[in-house]
T-cell receptor
């Protein structure tokens, strides 16, 4: 069935460092791809999305490009802040929404 | 616009009891999905309701059930609680069905269920 695999955490970075969280997917159809972020004690918030191949989603300095040839949707940010500390989930949506295991990011000042 | 509201935020139950969780979607959203989140299993899909009909169901035992009312509010019920049911239960709404391409889910803050 459809599934998402994302890099295991935790990831610890210093402020202003470059961030990459890898995400690959397996799907029989042509899913939409999403990144969600979860802050402590809260539900998931949509960070960005892409609905077709070569689409780039972006929000709050985060970017991810839908790569059909490598079935990937890696999340990147050029300069992380302490406030970016959270758990990040990659997800795909075809018939229903499937999530990766989540990657915990900690940014230190 | 108010977000997705889940009640209660916290719940403590004993093994063998049953529990009902409530979710009010964003106004105008007709689809409600439920997820179970645990440290070991991550986010697992329970079921999705659209216009009072269950559209999709995850791989959970029959002790887990749900329903959706005509105003799109949804409830989830777990009977004969087990220790392993302790989790954060998340509800999410969207304007259309899960199959509507590109339509993201909007999540509530969840109900933290502890079974002792």
């Amino acid at each position: 069935g459809d599934s998402v695999t994302q890099m295991e955490g935790p990831v610890t970075l210093s402020e202003e460092a470059f961030l990459t969280i890898n995400c690959t997917y397996t799907a029989t159809g042509y899913p939409s791809l999403f990144w969600y972020v979860q802050y402590p004690g809260e539900g998931l918030q949509l960070l960005l999305k892409a609905t077709k191949a070569d689409d780039k989603g972006s929000n709050k300095g985060f970017e991810a490009t839908y790569r059909k040839e490598t079935t990937s949707f890696h999340l990147e940010k050029g300069s992380v802040q302490v406030s970016d500390s959270a758990v990040y989930f990659c997800a795909l949506k075809w018939d229903d929404m499937r999530f990766g295991a989540g990657t915990r990011l900690t940014v230190k000042p | 616009k108010a977000g997705v509201t889940q009640t209660p935020r916290y719940l403590i139950k004993t093994r063998g009891q049953q529990v009902t969780l409530s979710c009010s979607p964003i106004s105008g959203h007709r689809s409600v999905s439920w997820y179970q989140q645990t440290p070991g299993q991550g986010l697992q899909f329970l079921f999705e309701y659209f216009s009072e009909t269950q559209r999709n169901k995850g791989n959970f035992p029959g002790r887990f059930s749900g329903r959706q009312f005509s105003n799109s509010r949804s409830e989830m019920n777990v009977s004969t609680l087990e220790l392993g049911d302790s989790a954060l239960y998340l509800c999410a709404s969207s304007p259309g069905t899960a199959g509507l391409m590109g339509s993201p889910l909007h999540f509530g803050n969840g109900t933290r269920l502890t079974v002792t």
